[in-house]
């Protein structure tokens, strides 16, 4: 006897798409009606202006040496960040007293404002790129420690013991247990710290700079031109979009890798 055929769960992957698509056009058809009628014109423009002043930027030299400028502040502090993070977490983690002495001292400096730090880089390094370098590496460091430190502390002892008995070595250790329990903290801490990477560099641009996206974004905020600064956050919610869907593939790449994916189910025999 054959089954009967089960009901659709839900919308297929097409609806969905044409359902974002079509409340973005309504957003933006009501932004254009209420654009001078309801709200000030000079607060948020109008969808027709912000797209002017996108193209404006898009095609103008200046506008791609500051969205390069920007793209090399975030994707150098963010590596620096992975980096110091990385390290910072593993040697901690790895020796407790060490942990328990440090961990306090670190948690005191992570309880400051990253952007309250930009004063104080700009001052050692001046306006150029090393000063936003310097606090997207800041931001970014941290999550990744902290992500690693407690994944280490949290490590199954009794897997390591196992394999110690049966006459592993540290590589083994490294390779069967560590390894797999870090997998999924890190790329966490990646996805977290590619938003933060680009705060802190906005942040200080948006303080002190001669380039990038926030000394564009200052620069309009100054001047109320609203159409320029919602082109500006539109080229920053790129920028996001870029970086985390690479570290989303990274992420899917290494756990598949590891053998870490979730196994999809086998088809159920028809009855």
């Given at each position: 006897m054959?089954?009967?055929?089960?009901?659709?769960?839900?919308?297929?992957?097409a609806q969905i798409v044409a359902a974002r698509v079509g409340v973005i056009v309504l957003a933006l058809v009501v932004w254009q009606l209420v654009s001078g009628p309801l709200i000030p014109e000079y607060a948020i423009s109008k969808p027709t202006e912000v797209v002017q002043s996108l193209w404006k930027l898009l095609t103008s030299p200046a506008g791609w040496t500051d969205i390069g400028a920007t793209t090399v502040e975030i994707a150098v502090g963010f590596?620096?960040?992975?980096?110091?993070?990385?390290t910072l977490g593993l040697v901690l983690g790895s020796f407790p007293v060490a942990g328990r002495v440090l961990e306090p001292l670190i948690a005191?400096?992570?309880?400051?404002?990253k952007i309250a730090l930009a004063p104080l880089f700009l001052l050692f390094f001046g306006i150029g790129a090393w000063s936003k370098i310097t606090i997207?590496?800041?931001g970014v460091a941290f999550v990744v420690f902290y992500n690693l430190y407690l994944g280490l502390r949290q490590r199954q002892r009794e897997l390591v013991e196992v394999i110690e008995v049966m006459g592993g070595r540290k590589h083994h250790v490294l390779a069967y247990v560590t390894i797999p329990t870090l997998a999924s903290p890190f790329f966490a801490a990646l996805k977290a710290g590619g938003p933060l990477a680009i705060l802190g560099v906005i942040g200080a641009e948006f303080i002190a700079s001669s380039q990038g996206v926030g000394h564009e974004l200052f620069s309009y905020a100054?001047?109320?031109d609203a159409s320029g600064e919602f082109a500006a956050l539109i080229v920053l919610v790129a920028l996001t979009l870029v970086l985390n869907g690479l570290l989303t593939?990274?992420?899917?790449y290494a756990l598949k890798r590891l053998g870490l994916l979730p196994r999809k189910k086998a088809a159920q025999p028809r009855a």
């Open positions: 054959q089954a009967a055929p089960r009901r659709g769960s839900g919308w297929n992957g590596g620096i960040g992975v980096a110091i993070g990385t005191a400096v992570n309880g400051i404002p997207a590496a800041t100054t001047a109320l593939q990274l992420d899917k």
